[in-house]
């Protein structure tokens, strides 16, 4: 069984740095999982999470929503199990619930989540 942990979230202030962090342990090795983080805001559903980056399994091929570009990285350590999201330059807007999914074959899996708090 897959398990997904998150953890690095916090109260910040606009403009601050945060680094998340998501370890993932189970029967495949890490470097099977395509990887990704998302974020949920008050008052949307589960369905409407936004997806905020991705990183395929050997770490090469990124994705990130356009409103994120060139203030969060994400990036793996397969030695570690562990995919991180650096944010840098928070805004209000990025205030919202960060879970890590990480999918293989087909199968997603999720974590609880990481409250990110940034206040203007």
């Known amino acids: 069984q897959v398990q997904v942990e998150e953890s690095g979230g916090g109260l910040v202030q606009a403009g601050d740095s945060v680094m998340l962090s998501c370890v993932v342990s189970g029967r495949r090795t890490f470097d099977k999982y395509a990887m990704g983080w998302f974020r949920q805001v008050p008052g949307k559903e589960r369905e409407e999470r936004e997806c905020v980056a991705t990183i395929n399994y050997s770490g090469d091929t990124t994705y990130y929503t356009d409103s994120v570009k060139g203030r969060f990285t994400i990036s793996r350590d397969n030695a570690k199990n562990t995919v991180y999201l650096q944010m840098n330059n928070l805004k209000s807007d990025d205030t919202a619930i960060y879970y890590c999914?990480?999918?293989?074959?087909?199968?997603?899996?999720w974590g609880q989540g990481t409250q990110v708090t940034v206040s203007a």
């Open positions: 999914n990480a999918g293989v074959n087909g199968k997603f899996t």
